[in-house]
């Protein structure tokens, strides 16, 4: 008895002393990113069965089994997957914002309306200068303000292909990190806290990969990860310790395209996917404004060329371009503009050609277009926005979800500490009386 006394309290204060260095290692990585507490799996250990006695108490102690690590991988997939997703709606809205603000900020719509109301007043006298040359600067600032607002969507599409592009690089950055991390678990032993410094790793590094793309997860039994971009059926970019390369294209128009390895892959979540849908919002609203631009043009030079100017000449165009980029006013005074109808007299005060002119302004409606096109960027912000918030929302839930389970709360690892000791002293204890019995036996005489 004796001795099954010293093995089974050796064993015990072995698996205690263990326990303490798990919760002490826990209290000190309380703050550390990414950490996911540890908890040590003890089973007993049962002797062999003694054929004389079938029936005696054969116990051996307790051992180590392995050390947990008190993660869920549900609610890690689910954390993910709403980053995701919160993440490709904050870029999206970002992107959005920039193009709201390319738009309003520039002042296109006064213009318009500043220039259709200057077109309307000449028709108190077409034969004064002031009113003229009023008309002909607010149409050049009318054209300025569309040049603007052009370069200022491009400028918001540099900024958001060059963020895309910083996207894919860290993707293909912390796909190569991911891959030597696999090949380290496939080499290391089982259940050993190495092992587990590595998964925390893995995690860590799976969760900033899923910020800046959709993906798909498969814990392979040694531990290691493979991951799919795009989607369970997209392209496969981290197989083991093989990493493929995700690429990046613009098309003329400023979309993007992705492929791994050459093969095409539809980003669905995702920071990078945000961007990418920003930039389908910005094409769409760069087409709307290039639309209303040569609407301008097209209206005010075709009214120009059925009646004269000031000095009865005929009519010659007003504007020039086919664009928000490239619009310009190219009359150099007001005497140009084509207020009376053709075979009128130099100085003519006839607004017959005027009048012609304002009702084909009016039918294109310039301000009403530019109108609808604010209104649509705006509602599509406000609508994102509300989308981003709710995401938000339940990526923050299913953090906190996780963090309740994985996270270290000190007070429970408190009571450890000294749950622990107690155990370590109490199988001290054991071994002491051991000791004693043998003591005892060695002096009877």
Not at 1 to 16: E, N, Y
Not at 67 to 86: K, L
Not at 148 to 157: G, I, P, R
Not at 184 to 199: E, V
């Amino acid at each position: 008895m004796g001795a099954d006394l010293l093995s089974i309290g050796s064993s015990g204060a072995r698996v205690a002393r263990s326990a303490l260095d798990v919760t002490a290692n826990n209290i000190a990585n309380a703050s550390s990113e990414g950490y996911v507490r540890r908890s040590v799996a003890v089973s007993e250990v049962s002797g062999g069965t003694n054929p004389a006695a079938p029936t005696a108490i054969n116990l051996a102690g307790a051992r180590i089994t392995g050390i947990v690590r008190n993660a869920d991988a549900f609610r890690q997939s689910e954390v993910r997957r709403t980053g995701s997703d919160a993440a490709r709606a904050s870029a999206e809205v970002q992107g959005l914002e920039n193009v709201e603000s390319a738009l309003e900020q520039t002042g296109v719509y006064p213009s318009i309306v500043a220039f259709e109301g200057s077109i309307k007043q000449l028709l108190s006298d077409p034969t004064d200068g002031s009113l003229r040359a009023q008309a002909v600067e607010n149409g050049r600032t009318l054209a300025q303000t569309f040049n603007t607002a052009s370069q200022s969507l491009d400028a918001a599409a540099r900024g958001l292909q060059f963020e895309a592009q910083d996207g894919v690089n860290q993707v293909n950055r912390i796909a190569g990190e991911l891959g030597r991390v696999n090949l380290r678990l496939m080499r290391s032993a089982d259940t050993s806290s190495d092992q587990s410094g590595l998964l925390d790793q893995r995690d860590a590094l799976l969760q900033q990969l899923s910020d800046h793309a959709d993906i798909t997860t498969t814990i392979n039994a040694d531990k290691s990860v493979s991951v799919m971009l795009g989607g369970p059926t997209g392209a496969a970019l981290v197989s083991g310790a093989s990493v493929n390369t995700l690429a990046m294209t613009t098309a003329a128009n400023g979309t993007l395209s992705f492929t791994v390895n050459s093969q095409a892959t539809t980003l669905s979540s995702g920071a990078i996917a945000g961007k990418a849908q920003a930039l389908v919002e910005l094409g769409s609203a760069r087409t709307q404004l290039d639309t209303i631009a040569a609407g301008i043009v097209t209206t005010m030079n075709t009214a120009q060329s059925s009646g004269v100017d000031l000095a009865g000449n005929a009519g010659q165009p007003l504007f020039s371009g086919t664009s928000a980029a490239n619009i310009a006013m190219v009359a150099a005074n007001g005497s140009a503009i084509a207020t009376a109808p053709a075979g009128a007299a130099a100085g003519s005060r006839d607004v017959t050609n005027l009048d012609t002119m304002r009702s084909a302004l009016t039918a294109a409606d310039p301000a009403g277009a530019m109108d609808t096109l604010l209104f649509g960027v705006s509602s599509a912000v406000a609508g994102r926005t509300t989308t981003r918030d709710a995401l938000e929302s339940i990526s923050t839930s299913a953090r906190t979800a996780l963090a309740a389970q994985a996270g270290v709360n000190l007070d429970d690892e408190a009571v450890n500490l000294v749950r622990f000791q107690q155990a370590y002293q109490a199988s001290a204890r054991v071994m002491q009386v051991a000791s004693d019995i043998f003591d005892s036996i060695l002096a009877i005489r």
